[in-house]
């Protein structure tokens, strides 16, 4: 039997699921943020060339499309930049016999950021 304040009790939950039900039976997708962010994976030398080096990296996960964005960060000047849907370069001037670093921000379509910092060491000349 009902009593008032279980009626009462039982309308206020009544209101607040009702939204939520809505949602589940309209089949509304997950926001995009749920697929997590970005994962990168890469390597930068110099070996090719003194006073050279060249990055690359590849990015899994998050929403494509992404946005790769590079920045020296030690002793390191760039000069070409490119790369593809899940994928980016860099190459530049690094000054000889120093260390050398540059860093990847990936950004995906929601928002979500990853970064890597990658180090190296400027060769004096080619190995």
């Known amino acids: ?17 009702a939204p939520a039900l809505a949602l589940l039976t309209l089949g509304l997708a997950a926001p995009a943020h749920a697929a997590g962010a970005p994962t990168i994976s890469g390597s930068c030398d110099s070996t090719s060339a003194a006073g050279q080096f060249s990055c690359s990296a590849a990015v899994s996960g998050g929403t494509a499309p992404y946005t790769f964005s590079w920045t020296n960060v030690q002793n390191t000047n760039s000069y070409r930049v ?36 990658y180090q190296f060491y400027c060769y004096l000349s080619t190995p």
Do not use: E, H
């Open 1 to 17: 039997m009902d009593t008032p304040a279980t009626s009462r009790f039982t309308r206020r939950i009544a209101t607040l699921t």
């Open 82 to 117: 490119g790369g593809g849907a899940t994928t980016g370069w860099l190459a530049g001037g690094c000054w000889r016999g120093t260390a050398g670093g540059v860093r990847l921000t990936v950004t995906d379509s929601t928002g979500a950021v990853a970064s890597q910092t």
